[in-house]
């Protein structure tokens, strides 16, 4: 498996635009996490997915945030409109059995938001 | 709810000197524990686990951890480090009853030749 795969790498936007962040969870992992890693606040969990349903998502910011996961397969967090405080990297990651094992981290979308 | 505190933000060692990188935790619940690292410009990858059994736990490139349930511990640990040890450090608990991790705020160790 190529493990957990985030696009883009890198975004650069306006403030006021929409954005979406996409990831491909390795295959036959059950959870899909949303991290947000910013200097001030460190790494925060956003939202988490069991079997494609939201779970938990007390950490989403507020409600210009939203993630969806279509299918097992497909994950977005999309913000809109977009604020330069928003500027962070963020990390998807997946994991077969939740907090009782390894999660697999992607290599981050990092956003600049200007 | 839990919590990790990762008492030392930076930690500057010298090659081949040992470390240990703290950790502590609180929680209402059985845990699982977790240090991860993470190289520059990289995601998290996992370096060792605590979930039953031996308190003391081995992983990857040298390092181990050890489990104090009384002081709420799990600090990471290596006897000897190297320049490729620079990274930083995340100590993460897991419940099982909710099924999130939590991150510390991560300790950036700083090896130096």
């Known amino acids: 498996d190529a493990g957990v795969i985030q696009s883009p790498r890198h975004e650069v936007t306006e403030m006021g635009q929409e954005v979406t962040l996409r990831c491909k969870p390795i295959?036959?992992?059950?959870?899909l996490f949303w991290y947000r890693q910013t200097m001030m606040r460190g790494l925060e969990l956003l939202i988490y997915?069991?079997?494609?349903?939201?779970?938990?998502d007390s950490g989403m910011p507020e409600d210009r945030f939203s993630a969806k996961m279509p299918n097992a397969s497909f994950s977005t967090l999309k913000i809109q409109p977009s604020e330069p405080r928003d500027s962070a990297v963020y990390f998807c990651?997946?994991?077969?059995?939740?907090?009782?094992?390894?999660?697999?981290f992607g290599q981050g979308t990092r956003l600049t938001v200007v | 709810a839990q919590s990790v505190t990762q008492l030392d933000s930076q930690v500057p060692v010298f090659e081949e000197a040992p470390v240990e990188l703290r950790c502590n935790y609180s929680?209402?619940?059985?845990?699982?524990l977790f240090w991860y690292v993470q190289y520059p410009n990289q995601g998290l990858q996992l370096l060792l686990k605590?979930?039953?059994?031996?308190?003391l736990v081995k992983g990857i490139n040298g390092f181990e951890a050890e489990f104090n349930k009384s002081q709420t511990s799990f600090h990471l640990r290596k006897p000897s480090v190297h320049i490729s040890d620079t990274a930083e450090y995340f100590c993460?608990?897991?419940?099982?009853?909710?099924?999130?991790?939590?991150f510390g705020g991560g300790t950036r160790l700083m090896v130096k030749p």
């Open positions: 990651a997946s994991s077969p059995l939740g907090a009782a094992d390894e999660a697999f």
């Open positions: 295959s036959g992992h059950d959870y």
């Open positions: 997915f069991n079997n494609n349903v939201p779970i938990d």
């Open positions: 929680s209402s619940v059985s845990v699982y």
């Open positions: 605590y979930l039953s059994g031996s308190t």
């Open positions: 993460a608990v897991g419940d099982n009853a909710g099924n999130m991790l939590t």
